[in-house]
């Protein structure tokens, strides 16, 4: 886990090494431990690193292979690098190192790009060629590490974030409106190659491209080309299955195989590792099976409370592993602390969130700092096992749009019965309306958005793919694809804050293969959601968190907050600023009227009181 950085120039001009070290240093609270540098004609390559793996200076990098041909920078890690080694020093490969940099670098000289096929992990790289004169870059199959550039003239400029592109840049960009009207509109981001910011791009997760250093490029003219097709290898699964002809039992057993494993492999390191423990499900599944079936010995949990009876706070569940998890740290995030934090947050995130909820795990985050380097998370289950609050809603359309009416029937009543609410109904309808109805309703909403500004952005991605899914698998898939990367985002920016790598193991890349190609009853079955993830916990995890069907995750209960005397007067600076009102995205004496409505507890718009909050000062701290 690192941060990198780079520029590759095609022109006259030499490189200079001062650019390529102030890049560095707006990265380098991502690698406390080590920096690195290497220049050459075209190309100029940064690196700032946490040790990880093999803690000695043979880690450092760039790091060069044997014959001096090929020199790599990496953020991330490839967790199998270990059956990695050895199949390569089959074909005469010598490895000076135990890290699996090393092996990456090898594994590309060996096979080409054709190595990122081979590698289960999180990653972004360049590879430099100095005999051909190219520079090979490369991201993850769900986007977990970051790859941000732009294209200049005769140059292009790539790093792990935004402020270290932006300290290269010639031009300070301005605003990307279409991002914000999606932020504003959908509380989304990141479902597209675009940024916040208008010229600045990130790589697309599952993408990789080969520069021609010599070569001058336009966006538009970049070999970009994506090397890993979710959609297919979920088709090839479901294939596999269907030929074993394996029952209900056995395809759980395999799930609790290939879960196990994804554990196993998240903990090759060589320093301290803890895990996050919201008190939902799927932290809980790894903390579990951590303890119960692996016998890990001495796991360190790090979670976030608050005051009893908030309905933020989940102790009533992280408390069943009291005397099951030998080391459990708390922390207490609090409205003042939010405020003294503000600045350094919306710094560390780059671009804005549609939630607070990273905040809780900022608050975590730095907690855990104190006592482990490297901490696993529940990212990702949500998106393989269908278990967002709306997704049942998703399902419901397509048993209803597939004439599946008997069972579409008994699920909205075992829901009902379950959940006591009717809310799956009314996301149903929802994502039964056409698309640009849909927008509509989003819009509707949101009577504080200035309709001129709508009616320049009517289309969105996120209305037409994620909620225009017509089957479980496509609806799954296209939360990887159009989702995930923002929840991705969040968690490696607090991660990387405070100097702690973080991981996934619902992200294995064979888990979510497999986990996405199973049949839908083992997704949602009887009112309950993450279905087959809820049996095979049976007799490992504490039963009030298995069987609970209310989601939180790490939340903050920022409705109370900004209620506070601090953010009332925090809130009331933004929407009386002249800034906020001229910007053209909001008509404040509705925001105003909607916030006196909050204070008063006749409605909860703290979602949106956030969005004011954190744009307006996104466009003072990277903009204005």
């Known amino acids: 886990m690192c941060g990198i950085a780079g520029i590759v120039q095609c022109g006259n001009e030499p490189i200079r090494k001062e650019r390529i070290q102030e890049m560095m240093q707006r990265v380098k609270h991502r690698g406390p431990d080590d920096e690195g540098l290497f220049i050459t004609e075209h190309v100029g390559l940064g690196h700032v690193r946490l040790s990880i793996l093999d803690l000695s200076k043979a880690g450092h990098q760039p790091m060069t292979d044997l014959s001096g041909r090929y020199t790599i920078i990496q953020n991330g890690e490839s967790y199998n690098f270990i059956e990695l080694r050895e199949e390569l020093k089959t ?25 990122l096929e081979k590698l289960n992990g999180m990653f972004a790289l360049a590879i430099y060629d100095k005999e051909k004169q190219t520079l090979f870059l490369a991201r993850d199959r769900f986007g977990v590490k970051p790859l941000y550039y732009y294209v200049g003239t005769n140059e292009l400029i790539f790093a792990s974030e935004i402020p270290s592109v932006l300290s290269a840049m010639p031009d300070k960009p301005k605003a990307n409106e279409d991002v914000i009207f999606d932020y504003l509109v959908f509380n989304r981001t990141d479902q597209t190659e675009q940024t916040f910011f ?32 979710l959609a297919e ?53 790894i903390t579990a099976t951590l303890i119960r079936e692996m016998k890990e010995p001495d796991v360190h949990s790090f979670s976030a409370v608050h005051r009893k009876g908030s309905w933020a706070d989940e102790s009533e569940f992280i ?212 279905f087959i993830l809820r049996e095979v916990m049976k007799g490992i995890m504490p039963e009030k968190v298995r069987l609970r069907v209310d989601k939180r995750g790490f939340s903050v209960p920022m409705d109370e907050w900004y209620r506070t005397e601090g953010f009332q007067k925090l809130v009331k600076e933004i929407l009386d600023s002249d800034s906020f009102s001229k910007r053209g995205y909001f008509l404040p004496e509705e925001a105003k009227k909607l916030y006196q409505r909050h204070l008063s507890g006749e409605i909860n718009i703290s979602k949106d009181i956030w969005k004011w909050i954190n744009l307006e000062l996104w466009f003072r701290e990277y903009i204005d």
């Open 319 to 530: 408390k069943e592993f009291e005397g099951i998890v030998p080391n459990m740290h708390y922390v207490r995030p609090d409205a003042e602390g939010m405020l003294r934090h503000l600045d350094d947050y919306i710094r560390i995130q780059g671009e804005p969130t549609p939630t607070n909820s990273p905040y809780a795990l900022y608050c975590v985050l730095e907690e855990a700092s104190k006592y482990v380097k490297v901490i696993l998370d529940g990212q990702g289950s949500d998106e393989a096992l269908a278990g967002y609050e709306y997704i049942p809603g998703l399902y419901y359309k397509t048993l209803f749009t597939h004439l599946k009416w008997g069972r579409l029937a008994k699920e909205i009543v075992q829901y009902a019965k379950l959940h006591k609410s009717w809310r799956h109904v009314k996301y149903m309808i929802f994502f039964l309306l056409p698309s640009k109805v849909r927008t509509k309703v989003r819009v509707m909403q949101r009577g504080y958005i200035n309709p001129e500004f709508v009616a320049q952005h009517k289309e969105s991605v996120i209305a037409d793919k994620l909620y225009g899914a017509n089957t479980m698998e496509e609806m799954l898939v296209a939360h990887f694809e159009y989702k995930l990367e923002h929840l991705n985002k969040w968690g490696d920016r607090d991660t990387m804050a405070f100097g702690v790598e973080g991981r996934s193991p619902f992200l294995d890349k064979d888990l979510v293969e497999y986990s996405i190609a199973l049949k839908d009853e083992l997704k949602i079955k009887g009112g309950y959601t993450k």
């Open 91 to 115: 074909k005469g490969y010598k490895f000076q190192t135990q890290t699996d940099t090393e092996v990456v670098l090898n594994g590309y000289i060996e096979w080409g790009e054709d190595v």
């Open 233 to 285: 290898k979920v088709r090839e699964k479901q294939s596999e299955i269907k030929a074993e002809g394996l029952d209900d039992t056995q395809l759980k057993d395999r799930y609790m195989e290939l879960f196990r494993h994804a554990i196993e492999l998240r903990l090759r390191s060589d320093v301290p590792w803890g895990v996050c423990l919201s008190g939902g499900l799927d932290s809980s599944a």
């Open 198 to 229: 208008e010229g600045i791009y990130k790589l697309q997760h599952g993408c990789c491209m080969t520069l021609d250093c010599r070569k001058a490029y336009t966006k538009e003219t970049l070999p970009i080309r994506k090397w890993y097709n």
